[in-house]
Nanobody, 126 residues
Framework: QVQLVESGGGLVQAGGSLRLSCAASGRTFSTYATAWFRQAPGKEREFVAGINWGSSRTYGADSVKGRFIISGDNAKNTVYLQMNSLKPEDTAVYYC???????????????????WGQGTQVTVSS
């Protein structure tokens, strides 16, 4: 089992920045990929950015490229999402997800992740 706890959400004005953290505990050595998803009111949960621990590759959705950066700290079992130039449309609950089955890619689908955090609210005011 892997437990994930997100933190760092809050209220920020458009153009501002936030850094989200996802701290993992439990069987963290079995994690092959970690990703951030988000879900806005009335919308489906969507992939934001992910990291593959084997290759250290990262990938971000088109909607956040050039603004959001995902990074990981193996020693701290923590993944970060640095969010810059925030827009009102970035308002959502942000979730951290982890996959414990082998992959060389960064899966984009919700069903491809095994563990989820409780989420942290990010609100961007205009």
């Amino acid at each position: 089992q892997v437990q994930l706890v997100e933190s760092g959400g809050g209220l920020v004005q458009a153009g501002g920045s936030l850094r989200l953290s996802c701290a993992a505990s439990g069987r963290t050595f079995s994690t092959y990929a970690t990703a951030w998803f988000r879900q806005a009111p009335g919308k489906e949960r969507e992939f934001v950015a992910g990291i593959n621990w084997g290759s250290s590759r990262t990938y971000g959705a088109d909607s956040v490229k050039g603004r959001f950066i995902i990074s990981g700290d193996n020693a701290k079992n923590t993944v970060y999402l640095q969010m810059n130039s925030l827009k009102p449309e970035d308002t959502a609950v942000y979730y951290c997800a982890a996959r414990d089955s082998y992959t060389v890619t960064i899966p984009l689908g919700i069903s491809e992740y095994d563990y989820w955090g409780q989420g942290t609210q990010v609100t961007v005011s205009s």
